[in-house]
T-cell receptor, first 114, second 116 residues
Framework: TQLLEQSPQFLSIQEGENLTVYCNSSSVFSSLQWYRQEPGEGPVLLVTVVTGGEVKKLKRLTFQFGDARKDSSLHITAAQPGDTGLYLCAGGRGSGGGADGLTFGKGTHLIIQP | NAGVTQTPKFQVLKTGQSMTLQCAQDMNHNSMYWYRQDPGMGLRLIYYSASEGTTDKGEVPNGYNVSRLNKREFSLRLESAAPSQTSVYFC???????????????FGNGTRLTVT
């Protein structure tokens, strides 16, 4: 089983601060995805990264895939209360044309206090 | 556009009872998945169906069975429920891109199951 370790597990910061969430593995993934989950709902995709060293930006969120495709990070600039949620990273091996399912990290619970 | 629909939203079972969790998607996706989410354990894959007519075990298949009824529907059955199966169950779907990386998963809103 390929494991994805996320850190920190919990993070509570003030509005306007910056933060970084990490997702690390000893295994290589063909792609890595980040999801955000709110209470009572299913996870929703934020981004997919597939190339080692790739950086993607979504407004105040910056995602990076490590050069060796074993790790990823999510950086949020000027966090807002609406960013509160559970952030999940998920790695894929791409087997079977990409149909074999994703391996998820345990998640980072993020709380942004006004 | 409903996306992925799961029923029921909540269920309480007694040990030994059986039940089927239903899932349907209207996005014409080829692949469908069942995950369970437990505190401190994250999301773990139970079973998946890469395409209509096929099913495969995931990380934690023991105690479960699945049926890919057609392209839209993928059900999860607990034949004899146990307290260890208390969890939130998520169904998801995705398309097969045929490439070397996984397409994004589209999730339903989950079924919260308690086994007493």
């Amino acid at each position: 089983t390929q494991l994805l370790e996320q850190s920190p597990q919990f993070l509570s910061i003030q509005e306007g601060e910056n933060l970084t969430v990490y997702c690390n593995s000893s295994s290589v993934f063909s792609s890595l995805q980040w999801y955000r989950q709110e209470p009572g709902e299913g996870p929703v995709l934020l981004v997919t990264v597939v190339t080692g060293g790739e950086v993607k930006k979504l407004k105040r969120l910056t995602f990076q895939f490590g050069d060796a495709r074993k790790d990823s990070s999510l950086h949020i600039t000027a966090a807002q209360p609406g960013d509160t949620g559970l952030y999940l990273c998920a790695g894929g091996r791409g087997s079977g044309g990409g149909a074999d399912g994703l391996t998820f990290g345990k998640g980072t619970h993020l709380i942004i206090q006004p | 556009n409903a996306g992925v629909t799961q029923t029921p939203k909540f269920q309480v079972l007694k040990t030994g009872q059986s039940m089927t969790l239903q899932c349907a998607q209207d996005m014409n996706h080829n692949s469908m998945y069942w995950y369970r989410q437990d505190p401190g354990m994250g999301l773990r894959l139970i079973y998946y169906s890469a395409s209509e007519g096929t099913t495969d075990k995931g990380e934690v298949p023991n105690g479960y069975n699945v049926s890919r009824l057609n392209k839209r529907e993928f059900s999860l059955r607990l034949e004899s429920a146990a307290p260890s199966q208390t969890s939130v169950y998520f169904c998801a779907s995705s398309w097969i891109n045929g490439g070397s990386y996984n397409s994004p998963l589209h999730f339903g809103n989950g079924t919260r199951l308690t086994v007493t």
